[in-house]
């Protein structure tokens, strides 16, 4: 019966399904905010309450419980109903365990059918390729029309003087001949192809005429051509050439006048008659001793006109040499009188003086890169949805033994010894023993051996970047460095579904894990919120698979009032509750080796945990700066739980723009060393405790501070003059900077690996590309999950939330080395490129 109740329910949606689900609304167009992406998180809880009571039958209900929380309009609602049922069928895991449970989910289209869905992913690019189209077709369809259509050349005559039509016009064009009618218009008929030539005109009273013609693709194209008429009575003109000196008549020479040219006689004189109506032109008189003469001539009206030209002689051989001497003397008498200076300024006059005007682009360039260059560079947070070029930058610090020392070794031997294991063989002579001592009833006895023992670690991790696992994770590492064998897995509030060490591994269901790990040892590390009902005050019902294991032990933070319930009634289910800290391994392996149940172990009470921090996480993760009374008591809240060095830690880990847990290991390390080389038991426990304690806040489980909360942090830091200290501290750790462990690394030190991240150009086009992108559609909420550290130039004055780059190392956090120029400085040279290049071109001439 149960068995069937189990298959009727719904296969378990995890906050990584949910989170993933999240992602891909954004990416069709929801509105997902921080808010939203926090409920996502919770929302496994809800939905493996109700899988148990076997109230999820269906996908439908799934989708009525989800859309609360994704959907912000009726329309999004509606859209969301369609998209999910798809979701659930690309998502092979979830839709090969509805296929067990019998539940069949039909694919549908994402919200819109078939190409309507692809067309509203894609519509950018459709529209991109729309527009190039109706482009090209505006410009290639008058070309293609001209090819296809019939070809025509046709036109009509008229009088350039009166405008009337000139008719019986005999016109010539490409082989053809044509004449114009009455109406002074001639056509050619059709042509099969685009055809272009000269077309000429002959008529007896006027002037022929030549222009160049080519066929149209419409008939109805017509292009008129104006004629001159020539004159009834021709008209002459006397040229007269004599000597400009003498004034004596000059015979032979040759006058050019309108198309005709003729020598002049013995008197010097050369007659033309024309008919042409013409208002001027040119005349030209040519001798061979004397130079050439070309005037304007305005034609005049009377019959017969003289015109006196006058030429100048041309000088003999013997004359142009001592002419070309005489000016050979003069040009090296001014050369003589002039310095080397100008005779370089002469030379390079066009040169020298673009010089002038581009040089003092090229000093600008100079002083404003070698200010950039001088400039510090600083590490700052930026949100933005695109994704920048990452690198990383390892830096070093020397480990100071805080999960290292001799305590914790001794009892990382106590969990090696070996434990007595039940073989699967029997042992013949207690096997015989026994059976003779019941009767004669078969009674089996097996054999047994020591064998090292295994251990199951189960964690509670509210997110990736959750510090209070990444706390137990250095625990159990130091346990795996020295030979104790341990399977690690991950869980959310419950342990339900686990997540295998390795990421990539699929997630396992509790059931799966018994029978994966059925003989390890069973260690859990939670806060053990989610083990009890608040509803009822009692456990879960699942909480009774844990018993499976042998041994188990369950860890938490600390011990207060409300906690001592919890451990009551653990206790009477079976388990051991302790501390996480050295002493409750400790505790936990007496118990198991030498069964001292009841030894007393003194397990001081803790400063509890504000219930404030979990009630308004909501509030306290959010970028946007809350109101002042929410400000203020959260102030309060982390005074009563934190004393002064806690505070400071908050504080120093503020400082850098970005919650690293190797960073906040080196900081608690650091302050609590202060001028001491090595720190002592006592020391280390209290550093444990302490940074135990920071990393249960909300914004080290979720590894992310807002800006607000970080600015009132330094600024109280500043206000009690640790501020420098802090930030002395993080620029010793990034004076270590290197790019590869190999380079010069101490093997005694431990590195830390910081993402930095820069603005190459690919990401200057996406981003120029959203914001296009943001005139056509609402603009998306950047989320604190797409956070980045930047290295930036600094062109203003310094930020509190920015972190000075140290200048011997400051090249490896600016991209890829040099190779990547700060965003000033590029656009400085690409400014300035055109001046350089048109310099360049004129100096090679």
């Given at each position: ?24 609304l ?7 905010d ?13 939905l ?18 989800l ?6 309009t ?32 039909e ?8 190409w309507?869905?692809?067309l ?48 019986e ?11 114009t ?12 192809d ?65 198309t ?16 042409r ?5 040119q ?14 001539y305005?034609?005049?009206g ?37 310095g ?6 002469k ?8 010089g ?28 933005t ?65 020591f ?31 020295d ?25 396992l ?9 059925p ?7 939670t ?14 019902g ?13 860890f ?9 319930y ?95 847990w190797?960073?906040t ?11 001491k080389?090595?720190?002592?038991a006592?020391?280390?426990d ?11 806040l ?8 807002p ?32 790019r590869?462990y ?46 980045y ?57």
């Amino acid at each position: 019966m149960a068995q069937e109740k189990l298959k009727t329910c719904l296969p378990i949606l995890t906050s990584e399904d949910l989170i993933r689900l999240a992602y891909e609304l954004r990416s069709i167009g929801f509105s997902i905010d921080t808010r939203q992406f926090v409920e996502a998180h919770r929302a496994d809880d809800i939905l493996l309450g109700l899988e148990v009571q076997g109230e999820l039958k269906g996908p439908e209900r799934l989708k009525t419980i989800l859309a609360p929380i994704f959907c912000n309009t009726p329309e999004e609602q509606a859209t969301f109903y369609k998209f999910f049922d798809s979701w659930l069928s690309r998502n092979a895991r979830i839709h090969e365990e509805f296929k067990e449970a019998g539940v069949r989910v039909e694919r549908k289209p994402d919200g819109q059918p078939g190409w309507g869905n692809f067309l509203a992913q894609h519509k950018y690019w459709f529209i991109s390729l729309v527009s190039f189209a109706v482009l090209a077709i505006w410009y290639f369809y008058p070309m293609m029309g001209v090819m296809e259509s019939k070809k025509w050349l046709q036109g009509k005559v008229v009088d350039q003087k009166t405008g009337a039509p000139v008719e019986e016009v005999s016109v010539q064009f490409n082989n053809r001949a044509a004449q114009t009618d009455g109406s002074g218009f001639f056509n050619f008929g059709e042509f099969p192809d685009k055809t272009s030539g000269d077309l000429t005109f002959l008529h007896p009273a006027y002037l022929t005429k030549t222009l160049p013609g080519k066929s149209t693709t419409t008939q109805q194209d017509m292009e008129t051509f104006q004629l001159r008429r020539l004159l009834k009575n021709p008209r002459i003109v006397v040229i007269e050439v004599k000597d400009k000196e003498s004034g004596v008549p000059v015979a032979g020479a040759e006058v050019a006048f309108l198309t005709k040219s003729r020598r002049t006689d013995v008197a010097g004189k050369a007659r033309f008659n024309y008919r042409r109506e013409e208002s001027s032109t040119q005349i030209d008189v040519m001798h061979d001793g004397y130079l050439k003469n070309t005037l304007t001539y305005q034609l005049h009206g009377y019959d017969t006109v003289t015109v006196s030209v006058e030429l100048v002689k041309s000088l003999t051989a013997e004359e142009e040499a001592v002419q070309s001497l005489v000016e050979r003397i003069n040009k090296v008498e001014i050369v003589a009188t002039e310095g080397g200076w100008m005779k370089f300024y002469k030379k390079y006059y066009q040169k020298i003086l673009v010089g002038s005007a581009v040089l003092p682009f090229l000093f600008l360039i100079g002083w404003m890169l070698g200010r950039w260059y001088r400039k510090p560079v600083m590490l700052e947070r930026e949100a933005t949805t695109e994704t920048p070029s990452v690198d990383y930058v390892m830096v070093e610090w020397l480990a100071e033994g805080v999960f290292k020392n001799s305590r914790l070794r001794r009892i990382i031997q106590q969990f090696r010894q070996h434990r007595e294991s039940v073989d699967l063989e029997l042992d013949t002579e207690a096997t015989i023993y026994r059976t003779i001592n019941t009767g004669g009833m078969f009674t089996p006895a097996y054999q047994s051996r020591f064998v090292l023992p295994e251990y199951l670690v189960l964690i509670d991790r509210a997110s990736f970047d959750d510090q209070q696992a990444r706390f137990v994770d250095e625990i159990i590492d130091r346990f795996a460095a020295d030979g104790v064998y341990m399977d690690r897995y991950y869980f959310k509030r419950a342990p339900r579904v686990c997540q295998p060490e390795k990421p990539e591994k699929p997630q396992l269901a509790l059931k799966e894990l018994i029978t994966r790990h059925p003989g390890h040892r069973l260690l859990v590390f939670t806060d053990a919120e989610g083990f009890i009902d608040p509803l009822t005050g009692k456990l879960h019902g699942w909480i009774d698979q844990l018993l499976h294991w042998s041994d188990t032990g369950i860890f938490i933070p600390e011990r207060t009032d409300g906690i001592r319930y919890l451990e009551r009634i653990l206790a009477k289910s079976g388990f051991h509750v302790e501390p996480v800290s050295i002493a409750g391994l400790s505790r936990h392996i007496e118990r198991i080796q030498f069964d001292a149940a009841s030894a007393r172990f003194d397990w001081p009470l803790a400063t509890p945990y504000p219930y404030l921090f979990e009630d308004k996480k909501d509030v306290w993760l959010q970028q946007a700066e809350p109101d002042q009374p929410h400000i203020d008591e959260l102030t309060t809240a982390l005074r009563q739980y934190l004393d002064e060095e806690g505070i400071l830690w908050l504080g120093a880990c503020a400082v850098y723009p970005e919650l690293h847990w190797e960073l906040t290991l080196y900081l608690a390390a650091k302050l609590t060393l202060g001028d001491k080389d090595t720190l002592t038991a006592e020391e280390q426990d209290r550093l444990r405790k302490k940074l135990l304690e920071v990393t249960r806040l909300p914004w080290f489980r979720y590894g992310s501070m807002p800006d607000w909360l970080r600015l009132c942090l330094i600024k109280n830091l500043q206000e009690k003059n640790q501020h420098h200290q802090i930030r002395r501290i993080i620029r010793e750790l990034l004076s270590s900077a290197r790019r590869d462990y190999r380079e010069g690394f101490q093997k005694t030190g431990r590195a830390i690996r910081l993402p930095v991240a820069w603005k190459s150009v690919i990401f200057h086009l996406r981003y120029l590309k959203r914001k296009i992108a943001a005139l056509f559609q609402r603009g998306i909420d950047d989320d604190p999950l797409n956070d980045y550290v930047f290295s930036n130039y600094i062109s203003s004055g310094r930020s509190l939330l920015a972190v000075i780059i140290p200048d011997r190392v400051k090249h490896l956090f600016s991209g890829k080395g040099r190779q990547s120029l700060a965003s000033g400085r590029r656009q400085v040279l690409l400014c300035q490129w055109p001046s350089v290049r048109w310099y360049l071109l004129l100096l090679n001439g």
